[in-house]
């Protein structure tokens, strides 16, 4: 099983989910350093993400938007606000408006990725915390897959079918 | 995209309830049974007046319910609210769960390369 805990704060809006694979850590880390790369993991194939900048550096930013099956495009924004690679990568990420400029009032989330090497692989730890239940739902319906909420229980099942 | 824009109003109460210190504090010490907002007030250095301000912005967040009892208001916690945040975090679980899935085969496609 690819994820193997996740955590829930209802009370502070924020999420850990820790999983591993069993890939080095340098090479994990190029999925989130490399924008070709991480586009092939971060939005599902339903809503595709696309990054049109990628300042990977500290404080650089990295616009992207993410295309839905009918072809709407929904834009977002990154700031990377600490990068130790390869293990560590901090940034916010927030929405943008069809011209790519951030939309400030919805607020951004923090995400705080951590990558451990286990001996047998790498452990990832991801915890993103919401400002707002605005932007958590916009970036939910931006991430999920169609009919994915009803599909939940299907979840566990399908990543343990899943050739890993 | 179709926004709810009902249910993200409902969203925003909820979060903006849970965004404060005091307010998540009162809604633990009410989910183990109802306590009257004098009896909260005592808990804090704030006067009646401020906790019964954060007992209103829970109200309005569906997180507590009131109900008089004789002289005073009992103030109860409101599971439905809860279980709300708790949803959409189990929303957004998924995402990532997805993702997960989404990288383990990608480094499966490495180990496939000659």
């Known amino acids: 099983m690819t994820v193997i ?127 707002n239940a605005d932007q958590m739902e916009k970036m939910i319906q931006m991430g999920m897959e169609e009919g994915m909420g009803e599909a939940m229980g299907q979840i566990d099942a399908i990543l343990a079918g899943a050739p890993v | 995209m179709v926004v709810d824009e009902l249910r993200e109003t409902e969203l925003d109460r909820l979060f903006q309830a849970f965004a404060d210190a005091t307010r998540r504090d009162i809604v633990r010490r009410v989910s183990d049974g109802g306590l009257s907002v004098s009896g909260l007030a005592g808990h804090y250095a704030m006067s009646f007046a401020a906790v019964q301000k954060h007992v209103a912005v829970l109200e309005r967040a569906g997180l507590v319910s009131k109900e008089r009892r004789g002289r005073e208001q009992l103030v109860h916690a409101n599971r439905d609210g809860l279980d709300r945040a708790r949803q959409l975090l189990d929303e957004y679980e998924a995402i990532w769960r997805q993702r997960a899935g989404r990288i383990a085969e990608i480094l499966l496609e490495d180990e496939e390369k000659p």
């Open chain 1, 5 to 131: 805990s996740s955590t829930q704060s209802p009370e502070a809006l924020s999420l850990t989910i820790v999983a591993e694979f069993s890939a080095g850590v340098e090479r994990v880390w190029q999925l989130w350093e490399d924008p070709r790369q991480l586009e092939r993991w971060w939005g599902p194939p339903t809503w595709p993400a696309t990054f049109e900048t990628f300042d990977f550096q500290p404080g650089g930013k990295a616009s992207y938007y993410m295309t839905g099956p009918d072809g709407t495009k929904a834009r977002g924004w990154w700031r990377f606000t600490a990068i130790g690679a390869p293990d560590r990568l901090e940034l916010e990420d927030g929405f943008a408006d069809d011209d790519g400029n951030p939309v400030e009032e919805v607020g951004s989330a923090r995400m705080s990725t951590a990558l451990e090497d286990t001996g047998a692989g790498t452990r990832m730890t991801v915890t993103s915390t919401f400002a």
